[in-house]
């Protein structure tokens, strides 16, 4: 756990750097610190922040640390800086992925027991009511929309509440892909006039699963492509939710939010870079 705090540290501040970022040198905590001490929450401790700030003040690797209070208004004030840092992050992965070939899927993050939804101080409005055929279940919080390699990797991602429809939630996405690019997805991300106007604009081929009663079916061996993938999204997907507690403890919606961010972020470095 001490060599990847270690490793993860670097290459945080080494991207920090080459990005030009500059912050007060009079602080005893970087913040390239307190970033890589909330994804090592993530990454161990299930998103527990207090856990993550013991183990590095007691492992001797950042005695300065900040108390949890100062700490959560610190990593909320560079919110900003973490999704940016992401983003930079994927950019690199689409230049080195070969193949070019991606996959979208969502899956939901409720705030709350369905029980409790009158009770939520999170989030309110009929706008976090949510369903995902695929599980079968209803939700009260967040979906998640994410854009990985064919091998499982996040490159993108967007957070919405939890009544968008997976077709409006790719609509709400930068889906800033290479050129030449191939998306795989299930029906839920049906529209044929995005995928002509993808295929005119970006020169990107949505492969997307078709209904037993489409217009436009695909031939047999399009279809075994885009169910192989599929299935290799939702083991990533399986992957990051095994770092989710069994409820994720925030105050604020951002503070949720971010968590869920961190946790794939983390996941991403894990996986590809670490």
Same mark, same amino acid.
Request: proline content about 4%.
């Given at each position: 756990?001490?060599?990847?705090?270690?490793?993860?540290? +670097?290459?945080?501040?080494?991207?920090?750097?080459?990005?030009?970022?500059?912050?007060?040198?009079?602080?005893?905590?970087?913040?390239?610190?307190?970033?890589?001490?909330?994804?090592?929450?993530?990454?161990?401790?299930?998103?527990?922040?207090?856990?993550?700030?013991?183990?590095?003040?007691?492992?001797?690797?950042?005695?300065?640390?900040?108390?949890?209070?100062?700490?959560?208004?610190?990593?909320?004030?560079?919110?900003?800086?973490?999704?940016?840092?992401?983003?930079?992050?994927?950019?690199?992965?689409?230049?080195?992925?070969?193949?070019?070939?991606?996959?979208?899927?969502?899956?939901?993050?409720?705030?709350?027991?369905?029980?409790?939804?009158?009770?939520?101080?999170? +989030?309110?409005?009929?706008?976090?009511?949510?369903?995902?055929?695929?599980?079968?279940?209803?939700?009260?919080?967040?979906?998640?929309?994410?854009?990985?390699?064919?091998?499982?990797?996040?490159?993108?991602?967007?957070?919405?509440?939890?009544?968008?429809?997976?077709?409006?939630?790719?609509?709400?996405?930068?889906?800033?892909?290479? =050129?030449?690019?191939?998306?795989?997805?299930?029906?839920?991300?049906?529209?044929?006039?995005?995928?002509?106007?993808?295929?005119?604009?970006?020169?990107?081929?949505?492969?997307?699963?078709?209904?037993?009663?489409?217009?436009?079916?695909?031939?047999?061996?399009?279809?075994?492509?885009?169910?192989?993938?599929?299935?290799?999204?939702?083991?990533?997907?399986?992957?990051?939710?095994?770092?989710?507690?069994?409820?994720?403890?925030?105050?604020?919606?951002?503070?949720?939010?971010?968590?869920?961010?961190?946790?794939?972020?983390?996941?991403?470095?894990? =996986?590809?870079?670490?």
């Amino acid at each position: 756990m001490i060599d990847k705090t270690i490793a993860i540290y +670097v290459f945080i501040d080494d991207i920090m750097k080459e990005t030009g970022y500059n912050e007060p040198i009079n602080r005893n905590a970087s913040d390239s610190g307190i970033i890589t001490t909330a994804l090592i929450a993530a990454k161990y401790f299930h998103g527990h922040i207090d856990n993550a700030i013991n183990f590095v003040k007691q492992s001797g690797l950042m005695p300065a640390m900040l108390s949890k209070s100062r700490f959560n208004r610190r990593i909320h004030a560079i919110f900003e800086l973490i999704t940016t840092l992401f983003f930079s992050i994927a950019e690199a992965i689409k230049k080195i992925n070969i193949s070019s070939e991606y996959i979208i899927n969502s899956f939901p993050v409720p705030v709350c027991e369905n029980i409790r939804i009158s009770r939520s101080r999170i +989030v309110k409005g009929e706008q976090y009511r949510g369903y995902k055929p695929s599980m079968r279940k209803y939700f009260y919080g967040f979906t998640v929309q994410v854009i990985a390699t064919v091998d499982g990797i996040p490159v993108e991602f967007a957070i919405l509440p939890g009544s968008f429809h997976d077709i409006d939630g790719l609509k709400n996405m930068y889906f800033n892909l290479p =050129e030449g690019s191939t998306v795989y997805g299930d029906s839920a991300y049906t529209d044929y006039n995005y995928e002509e106007d993808s295929r005119e604009a970006e020169n990107i081929k949505m492969m997307i699963a078709r209904k037993s009663n489409s217009k436009r079916k695909h031939e047999p061996w399009q279809e075994y492509l885009i169910s192989v993938n599929r299935k290799r999204i939702e083991i990533m997907f399986s992957q990051i939710s095994v770092m989710f507690p069994k409820r994720i403890h925030a105050v604020t919606s951002d503070g949720l939010l971010l968590k869920v961010i961190l946790f794939i972020f983390v996941f991403t470095l894990n =996986e590809k870079l670490l």
